[in-house]
C-alpha cells in the first residue's frame, strides 16, 4: 500500500514537470562549456536570486541541443554563455565587452543585457524548444 501511495505521489510530481529545450547555433569553437541559467523573476536574472535551473554542457559541436527537465509551466528568461578557454568565466574587454560568445532566450541582447521581460517565453505543460544565437 505505502508503495502504491509513494509511486501516485510520484506520478502527481511529473505531471506538472515540463521540458525546456535548447537549441543553440553560432557557437565559434568545439572547446569548452557552455553554462547556461533559466530564471523565473527578474532578481534571479539580474543575479539577485537563485535560478530556477543551472547547466553546464560541454561543447562539442557549434550547434548544440540541450533538455531541461522538470521544470515548472510558467515564464522564464534564459542566459547563457559559452566558456571557450576553461576559466569558468565570461571574458570581456576593458570596457564590459564579452569576448566570449552569449545568448539570451527571443534572442535579444546583441547590444547590451536585455530586461527580463525582453527575454521572457512561456515554457507550457508540454514542453518548449528555444533556438538561441549565441552572438
Given at each position: 500500500?505505502?508503495?502504491?501511495?509513494?509511486?501516485?505521489?510520484?506520478?502527481?510530481?511529473?505531471?506538472?514537470?515540463?521540458?525546456?529545450?535548447?537549441?543553440?547555433?553560432?557557437?565559434?569553437?568545439?572547446?569548452?562549456?557552455?553554462?547556461?541559467?533559466?530564471?523565473?523573476?527578474?532578481?534571479?536574472?539580474?543575479?539577485?536570486?537563485?535560478?530556477?535551473?543551472?547547466?553546464?554542457?560541454?561543447?562539442?559541436?557549434?550547434?548544440?541541443?540541450?533538455?531541461?527537465?522538470?521544470?515548472?509551466?510558467?515564464?522564464?528568461?534564459?542566459?547563457?554563455?559559452?566558456?571557450?578557454?576553461?576559466?569558468?568565466?565570461?571574458?570581456?574587454?576593458?570596457?564590459?565587452?564579452?569576448?566570449?560568445?552569449?545568448?539570451?532566450?527571443?534572442?535579444?541582447?546583441?547590444?547590451?543585457?536585455?530586461?527580463?521581460?525582453?527575454?521572457?517565453?512561456?515554457?507550457g505543460?508540454?514542453?518548449?524548444?528555444?533556438?538561441?544565437?549565441v552572438?
Amino acid at each position: 500500500m505505502k508503495l502504491l501511495l509513494a509511486a501516485a505521489l510520484l506520478l502527481a510530481a511529473n505531471v506538472h514537470a515540463a521540458t525546456l529545450t535548447l537549441e543553440l547555433k553560432g557557437l565559434t569553437q568545439k572547446s569548452g562549456h557552455v553554462f547556461i541559467a533559466v530564471h523565473s523573476s527578474a532578481a534571479s536574472f539580474n543575479g539577485k536570486g537563485e535560478p530556477a535551473a543551472v547547466r553546464r554542457v560541454e561543447v562539442t559541436d557549434t550547434k548544440l541541443t540541450i533538455t531541461l527537465p522538470d521544470l515548472a509551466p510558467g515564464d522564464y528568461a534564459v542566459s547563457l554563455f559559452h566558456d571557450a578557454n576553461g576559466n569558468n568565466k565570461l571574458d570581456t574587454n576593458l570596457i564590459g565587452i564579452p569576448k566570449e560568445g552569449y545568448a539570451f532566450s527571443n534572442n535579444v541582447g546583441a547590444r547590451g543585457r536585455p530586461a527580463f521581460d525582453e527575454a521572457k517565453f512561456t515554457l507550457g505543460a508540454d514542453g518548449t524548444t528555444l533556438t538561441l544565437n549565441v552572438f
